[in-house]
């Protein structure tokens, strides 16, 4: 049986704020409610409350493609409805995004630590996205990839959404390559340099990702650049992306990340007022190198920002550049 292509969503009727775009609903297709009002405390006032939605609906703040949705607009069956939510208080993450490189196409940006790229849960308006689409007065700027809140370093944005498809291709067939840096102990027991092999598996809800038995499905080349006071600065070459691979990879190694709230063990969460600016995970994006799908012309930026662990770190450094391989020598390995 043929399937049916999705309709595309019509443009929004209402514009952004503050850089974040208004939710959209879809109708349901085999819906038979009178009205819109009935649609929405039918699937939505449990949660929301009724009396919420109806103070929304007289403040014409729900709005379809012919205009705002009042208690008895009538339900059209594969319609669209798009409101803005009401955005809790958020704590301002007081550093900036660097900008390295803009033109028509893209925007290099260097995200700081605690920073999310793009809105999700309670991280809306202090997101990488909405700052720059404010900033750079860029309302349609979109990532083509995407870096954790924790995690700084770069990113990179597609300005018109007629280039979004090409850049994003690029990460998707892992076209891009990708250079992190990272702050660890040292301990020169453990050989490097090596590439990792291991099946990582992210379990919905669950904070930490985890290695099982089975086909590898993420793989990442570690080296070591120098050490120094007890610490290392690693180099990490991804060649997957799987979720919080190389903090996975690196703590199983016996060398996590320093200020890791996850891994070797999940710290309790602590409430955004809470979150300690001056103690971030140590890893930084260092590098994006690719071939511009759109010229063909070769691109590669470097972060400006340096890891604070390793700046404070005593003593003189054990080495630089890439670090000969312990006794073992280079391997492929799949930690234990």
């Known amino acids: 049986m043929a399937h049916r292509p999705r309709r595309k969503a019509p443009p929004a009727p209402l514009e952004q704020r503050a850089g974040i775009d208004p939710v959209r609903l879809r109708l349901p297709g085999d819906g038979t409610w009178p009205t819109i009002r009935d649609f929405l405390h039918d699937r939505y006032g449990p949660a929301v409350g009724r009396p919420r939605l109806d103070a929304m609906l007289a403040d014409g703040r729900f709005v379809a493609q012919d205009g705002p949705v009042d208690a008895g607009t009538p339900y059209r069956a594969g319609g669209w409805v798009w409101f803005h939510r009401d955005l809790e208080p958020e ?20 995200k700081p630590h605690f920073l999310a790229t793009m809105p999700r849960g309670r991280h809306v308006a202090e997101t990488a996205l909405a700052r720059l689409r404010r900033d750079l007065g860029l309302p349609q700027l979109s990532p083509a990839h995407r870096l954790d ?27 891009v390559r990708k250079e992190y840096e990272a702050v660890a102990g040292y301990d020169p027991e453990v050989a490097l340099p090596r590439t990792v ?25 570690v080296e070591l650049l120098a050490h120094r006071g007890g610490l290392g600065l690693y180099r990490l070459l991804p060649a997957t992306g799987r979720t919080h691979q190389l903090r996975v990879h690196m703590n199983a190694l016996g060398l996590p990340l320093l200020d890791d709230p996850v891994y070797p063990r999940v710290l309790p969460e602590q409430a955004p007022e809470d979150e300690d600016f001056g103690r971030p995970l140590q890893l930084l994006a260092r590098a994006l190198e690719f071939t511009d799908p759109l010229d063909g012309g070769q691109m590669r930026f470097e972060s400006a920002r ?26 492929d390995v799949a930690p234990a």
């Open 197 to 221: 092999h291991s099946r990582i598996v992210k379990d919905r809800g669950v904070i930490a990702a985890h290695e099982e038995p089975g086909p590898p499905n993420a793989e990442s080349r």
């Open 91 to 110: 704590r301002p993450v007081p550093f900036p995004v660097g900008i390295l490189y803009r033109d028509e196409r893209i925007v290099v940006a260097d």
């Open 306 to 331: 340096e890891l604070a662990a390793w700046a404070a770190a005593p003593g003189q450094d054990g080495g630089s550049g890439e670090a000969p391989a312990g006794p073992a020598g280079s391997s």
């Open 149 to 175: 809140r924790l995690t700084a370093g770069l990113v990179l944005f597609v300005v018109r959404p007629q280039d979004r498809g090409a850049y994003q291709t690029l990460f998707r067939d892992r076209r």
